[in-house]
């Protein structure tokens, strides 16, 4: 089965700079999709940013980035130029590509400061 | 166009009850999930539906939980016999056939006395 780890349970960054949410997952697949969620107090869970695994290329969203390294199963989101409204609880999660559901980690909560 | 709704935002009952909750999914979306979200965990699969018919099921944990989607749009969740340890928020996504990303709607958050 596949597991979703996010190491970090909470992580702080000022404002204005730059943070990176880590992520590792464990599966024998070869084709699948990883994404990033982001979850504010309202509990709307929001798409962030999606990765399909063959692409080599590293998916951008405007602040948003990933760092993905498919051989150490390794997903990480970078956030650049922080704002106050990135405070929220980050979730990875990763999909087979013949799959349905979303397997998740346990979060991150990110703090922003001004 | 309107996301996914869920109704109702917050539901209170008491042990042993029976309650359902309700999923609007996107318009056309054929894709419909549910999870359920303990207090700070990721959320946990319960049920897929294709359509009207439940393509997976695997993430149900027991026979108290049920849902239906009979026309292929609105769904619902049904819990019978509320235990304490199935308060949660309960999160329903869609998703358009052949789509890779789910749109999350704001959950219903159960709570069981």
């Known amino acids: 089965a596949q597991t979703v780890t996010q190491s970090q349970p909470e992580m702080s960054v000022q404002e204005a700079e730059t943070v990176t949410l880590s992520c590792t997952y464990d599966?024998?697949?070869?084709?699948?999709?990883l994404f990033w969620y982001k979850q504010p107090p309202s509990r709307q869970m929001i798409l962030v940013i999606r990765q399909e695994a063959y692409k080599q290329q590293n998916a951008t969203e405007n602040r948003f980035s990933v760092n993905f390294q498919k051989a150490a199963k390794s997903f990480s989101l970078k956030i650049s130029d922080s704002q106050l409204g990135d405070a929220a609880m980050y979730f990875c999660?990763?999909?087979?590509?013949?799959?349905?559901?979303?397997?998740f980690g346990a979060g991150t909560i990110l703090r922003v400061k001004s | 166009g309107a996301g996914v709704s869920q109704t109702p935002s917050n539901k209170v009952t008491e042990k042993g009850k029976y309650v359902e909750l309700r999923c609007d999914p996107i318009?056309?979306?054929?894709?419909l999930y549910w999870y359920r979200q303990s207090l700070g965990q990721g959320p946990e699969f319960l049920i897929y539906?294709?359509?009207?018919?439940?393509?997976?099921d695997s993430g149900l944990p027991n026979d108290r939980f049920f849902a239906v989607r009979p026309e292929g749009s609105v769904s619902t969740l049904k819990i019978q016999r509320t235990e304490r340890g199935d308060s949660a928020v309960y999160l329903c996504a869609s998703s358009p056939q052949g789509g890779e990303t789910q749109y999350f709607g704001p959950g219903t958050r159960l709570l069981v006395l």
């Open positions: 539906f294709q359509g009207t018919g439940a393509a997976d």
């Open positions: 318009s056309g979306h054929t894709a």
């Open positions: 599966t024998s697949e070869s084709d699948y999709y």
């Open positions: 999660a990763y999909r087979q590509e013949y799959g349905n559901k979303l397997v």
